[in-house]
């Protein structure tokens, strides 16, 4: 048997599942053993949402909803690899999501997808996902340090990106612990080939975060864990 990939949204829907499959293969291969990591489309299905959760985005765009509808379903599917029924997961007043009981996670979406991670215990984490495309280059000083601007100039593409992600991720693993709203330059990160990083909470000497990078043809994405020294 022949396959069709004369019809544009078959060949849409099929560039689709190979960016999500590398993308959740990606994910699995960053996180470290113990949390489950679960990568979807962001068009997610409102009426599948828990009456609580709806509270947060009732008044939202629909696109905002049903990237809030993805984000809570890619958590309950995370949370269902570590054994647990679908639960509620409400936003808080902060918009952190509060997780269940001895569970933590995070969650990020952007315009091809929503990432989802859960791990058990008391353990503090941050997943970011981001476009695959540069950083804006007016963004740069904002997102930046001097420092990591320096190392910058020798690097190309999409670095100043993987910083913006990895700061992302890291503010929302950092939050759980500290819950300090961060600027960017109150973070320094320190990238290294094998897709590792560490991050310097400038004004938290007393945190100690690391974490993973990955980059794939469509998505820059980063996982940081946060810890008390
Ligand atoms: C939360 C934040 C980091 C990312 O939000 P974003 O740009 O919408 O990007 P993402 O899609 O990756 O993340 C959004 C998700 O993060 C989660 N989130 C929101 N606030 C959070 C917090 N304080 N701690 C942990 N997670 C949080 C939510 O699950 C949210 O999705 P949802 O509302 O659909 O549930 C950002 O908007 C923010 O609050 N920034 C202020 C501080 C900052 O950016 N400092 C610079 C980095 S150090």
């Given at each position: 048997?022949?396959?069709?990939l004369?019809s544009?949204?078959?060949?849409?829907?099929?560039?689709?599942?190979?960016?999500?499959?590398?993308?959740?293969?990606?994910?699995?291969?960053?996180?470290?053993?113990?949390?489950?990591?679960?990568?979807?489309?962001?068009?997610?299905?409102?009426?599948?949402?828990?009456?609580?959760?709806?509270?947060?985005i009732?008044?939202?765009?629909?696109?905002?909803?049903?990237?809030?509808?993805?984000?809570?379903?890619?958590?309950?599917?995370?949370?269902?690899?570590?054994?647990?029924?679908?639960?509620?997961?409400?936003?808080?007043?902060?918009?952190?999501?509060?997780?269940?009981?001895?569970?933590a996670?995070?969650?990020s979406h952007?315009?091809?997808?929503?990432?989802?991670?859960?791990?058990?215990?008391?353990?503090?984490?941050?997943?970011d996902?981001?476009?695959?495309?540069p950083?804006?280059?007016?963004?740069?000083?904002?997102?930046?340090t001097p420092k990591?601007?320096?190392?910058l100039?020798?690097?190309?593409?999409?670095?100043?990106?993987?910083?913006?992600?990895?700061?992302?991720?890291?503010?929302?693993?950092?939050?759980?612990?500290?819950?300090?709203?961060?600027?960017?330059?109150?973070?320094?990160?320190?990238?290294?080939?094998?897709?590792c990083?560490?991050?310097?909470?400038?004004?938290?000497?007393?945190?100690?975060?690391?974490?993973?990078?990955?980059?794939?043809?469509?998505?820059?994405?980063?996982?940081?864990?946060?810890?008390?020294?």
């Amino acid at each position: 048997m022949r396959w069709r990939l004369d019809s544009r949204p078959m060949e849409a829907s099929l560039a689709k599942a190979v960016g999500f499959e590398r993308l959740q293969a990606m994910a699995e291969g960053m996180v470290p053993r113990g949390v489950a990591v679960v990568c979807r489309d962001p068009d997610g299905d409102v009426g599948a949402l828990f009456a609580e959760e709806r509270l947060a985005i009732g008044r939202a765009v629909p696109r905002r909803q049903a990237e809030f509808a993805a984000g809570r379903m890619a958590a309950r599917e995370a949370l269902g690899m570590l054994g647990q029924p679908p639960l509620c997961i409400p936003a808080g007043a902060d918009r952190a999501p509060v997780w269940p009981q001895g569970f933590a996670g995070s969650i990020s979406h952007c315009r091809g997808a929503v990432v989802a991670a859960a791990v058990r215990g008391g353990s503090h984490i941050g997943i970011d996902v981001e476009e695959a495309v540069p950083l804006e280059d007016e963004l740069w000083d904002t997102v930046c340090t001097p420092k990591e601007l320096e190392w910058l100039k020798a690097q190309g593409g999409l670095w100043a990106k993987v910083i913006f992600s990895a700061k992302e991720a890291v503010y929302k693993a950092q939050y759980s612990i500290a819950g300090r709203v961060l600027e960017f330059s109150e973070v320094e990160l320190t990238l290294d080939q094998a897709g590792c990083f560490s991050a310097r909470v400038l004004v938290d000497s007393a945190l100690a975060v690391e974490g993973r990078f990955g980059i794939s043809d469509d998505f820059v994405l980063s996982f940081a864990r946060a810890r008390r020294l």
